[in-house]
């Protein structure tokens, strides 16, 4: 089942970023809250790492052109999705919050690697509005993909 949701959310991505330009409204980071929701399902942390590094090798190679740049981006979001399912529980409002810090955390790091190599010019209302734009459809996905993998949950009583 944790492959069935990253793999989907991982297409969903490329197919919505299709019909939605850059600079838009929507930007779609389905993959990275995917890790966010199925975190839970692994019984393994080290499992889950695992998994990180390679969705994130995976959208280096199909997605930017980068060799594990979004693999270490992925490692280092997994480790604080981790500590955060320490202290918040599983629920729809804990999940939303993770979500958010998840999105931040990513956009800045991204945006102060562009900004180190040059090849983008950005300031900080860029970043504020790449975020605040992140947020629309990601948050809307991650309540959806929760929902659903709740109900699974319950209607199988196990994990997947």
Not at 37 to 47: A, R, V
């Amino acid at each position: 089942m944790k492959i069935i949701i990253l793999v989907i959310s991982f297409l969903l991505e490329g197919i919505v970023s299709n019909f939605v330009p850059m600079n838009g409204f929507l930007i779609p980071l389905f993959t990275l809250i995917s890790l966010i929701i199925i975190y839970p399902l692994f019984d393994e942390t080290n499992e889950y790492y695992k998994y990180a590094f390679v969705t994130g090798l995976v959208y280096d190679l199909f997605y930017t052109d980068t060799i594990l740049f979004h693999a270490i981006i992925f490692c280092f979001i997994a480790l604080i999705i981790t500590r955060l399912n320490l202290v918040l529980s599983d629920n729809y409002l804990n999940v939303l919050v993770i979500i958010a810090l998840c999105i931040l955390i990513y956009r800045i790091i991204t945006y102060v690697f562009l900004v180190i190599v040059g090849t983008v010019m950005f300031d900080m209302v860029d970043l504020l509005f790449s975020v605040l734009n992140s947020y629309v459809i990601n948050l809307i996905y991650g309540l959806i993909v929760f929902f659903v993998v709740k109900k699974l949950q319950r209607k199988y009583k196990y994990k997947f």
